[in-house]
C-alpha cells in the first residue's frame, strides 16, 4: 500500500525558513517524481515544486522560485523542501505527492500525503 507522510511544518515569522519533508513507503517507489503542492483556505491545490526520483531534474512554481528548493534522498525515498524568506502569503497546507511524471498539474499524481500546516505570521 502507497504511503506519503509528510512532516515539519510549524508557525514561523515573515523572512524564516522551515524545512518540510515527505517520505514515501510502499507502491510510491514506482513513482518517477514527487511533488510539492499547497493549499491555502479557500483557494485550490497549486503547485510549488517538483523533482524527478531519477536524475536531478527540478520545476519551481513562479512564486517560490529562488526562495524554495527541493532535494531528495533516494537511499531514505525522501524529499525535502527547504523553504526560505517566507511570507505570509506562503501560508497553506502543504502537500507532498508521488506522481508520473513532473507535472504542475495536481492530475500527474497518484500518491499523497495528509499535508502539513505552514503559516507565515506578518
Known amino acids: 500500500q502507497a504511503q506519503v507522510v509528510e512532516s515539519g511544518g510549524g508557525l514561523v515569522q515573515a523572512g524564516g525558513s522551515l524545512r518540510l519533508s515527505c517520505t514515501a513507503s510502499?507502491?510510491?517507489?514506482?513513482?518517477?517524481?514527487m511533488g510539492w503542492f499547497r493549499q491555502a483556505p479557500g483557494k485550490e491545490r497549486e503547485f510549488v515544486a517538483a523533482?524527478?526520483?531519477?536524475?536531478?531534474?527540478?520545476n519551481y512554481a513562479d512564486s517560490v522560485k529562488g526562495r524554495f528548493t527541493i532535494s531528495k534522498d533516494n537511499t531514505k525515498n525522501s524529499g525535502y523542501l527547504q523553504m526560505n524568506s517566507l511570507k505570509p502569503e506562503d501560508t497553506a497546507v502543504y502537500y507532498c505527492a508521488g506522481g508520473r511524471m513532473i507535472a504542475q498539474a495536481p492530475g500527474w499524481y497518484d500518491y499523497w500525503g495528509q499535508g502539513t500546516q505552514v503559516t507565515v505570521s506578518s
Open positions: 510502499g507502491r510510491t517507489f514506482s513513482s518517477v517524481a
Open positions: 523533482i524527478r526520483w531519477a536524475g536531478s531534474n527540478v
